[in-house]
């Protein structure tokens, strides 16, 4: 069997986009629905709303602090289940957030997630300017908030990631010399949703070099150009993209997601030796 191998494309605060190869879809996919759904990370999880002056209701308010990212420090707490504490709320497991404002100007006044005032200074709200309510002047909001570890699984406000996805490795082969009518190239040229295709004075086809990265396969080249352009994709290679909302950094969100994946392959083996010696 061939090592894995990797290839970064794309590294940003926000978003990561690598290839994958020589590996099987079934372990790709493992892996995606592990950095989707089972890597644990911060959120408020309970609302204590002492005043509210608002025109929003006390629950309204609760759900949008809810679906507040909040960075994540996972050398520190632990899952609520977890902890010596048993889930009753510990410094080991919980961070208290505060808010209190009163609107001394004559202006309506908003209140945003940098506005909450955290015991941790490592647990915060991703962006200070997260919109939570607009308070009219003389009016008062206090707020006492409790953030946990939590799972995806169990709630969406729990997901570490916006977004992530995988597609196959494209693959784009043609002769430039048995494509030559003007209006199949342009036809070509146009139709392609990526742009990847351009063409000099309408005589010769030219495909980008890093097509790979942006093509997704839609079919649309082959189709117009009645076979003369294959289209494929390389076995066993995949483009991974995740997108996040900043409340884990990229290399400890995938340490966590072997670490995670390997878990879980000890406890199968484990049930299945359990199993073994039963029977």
Same mark, same amino acid.
């Given at each position: 069997m061939s090592p894995l191998k990797l290839e970064v494309l794309e590294k940003s605060e926000y978003n990561l986009i690598f290839i994958i190869e020589d590996v099987s879809i079934e372990m790709v996919n493992?892996?995606?629905? !592990? !950095?989707?759904?089972?890597i644990p990370v911060m959120a408020i999880d309970e609302v204590i709303v002492l005043k509210n002056d608002s025109p929003l209701y006390d629950e309204i308010i609760s759900h949008r602090l809810g679906l507040i990212p909040l960075k994540t420090d996972l050398s520190v707490y632990k899952l609520p289940q977890d902890c010596d504490c048993g889930g009753y709320g510990c410094p080991m497991c919980q961070v208290s957030l505060t808010c209190e404002i009163t609107n001394t100007t004559n202006n309506p006044l908003e209140i945003y997630?940098?506005?909450?005032?955290?015991?941790?200074?490592? !647990?915060i709200p991703v962006h200070p300017k997260i919109p939570i309510v607009k308070i009219d002047k003389k009016d008062k909001v206090i707020i006492e908030a409790y953030a946990i570890l939590g799972k995806a699984k169990d709630h969406a406000k729990w997901q570490a990631v916006?977004?992530?996805?995988?597609? =196959?490795?494209?693959i784009i082969e043609f002769n430039e010399k048995e494509i030559t009518d003007p209006e199949e190239i342009n036809l070509i040229v146009k139709t392609c949703p990526e742009d990847l295709y351009s063409s000099k004075n309408e005589k010769t086809l030219e495909l980008k070099e890093d097509y790979w990265k942006s093509c997704t396969l839609c079919n649309s080249c082959e189709h117009n150009s009645n076979g003369k352009i294959k289209l494929s994709h390389k076995k066993?290679? =995949?483009i991974f993209s995740i997108e996040s909302d900043g409340v884990l950094p990229f290399d400890i969100l995938i340490k966590e997601t072997f670490k995670i994946f390997n878990g879980k392959i000890e406890e199968f083996m484990t049930k299945l030796e359990e199993l073994e010696i039963e029977s």
């Open positions: 493992a892996l995606r629905r !592990i !950095i989707l759904t089972e997630s940098g506005d909450l005032n955290s015991n941790d200074p490592k !647990i916006s977004n992530v996805a995988f597609r =196959y490795l494209p066993d290679a =995949y």
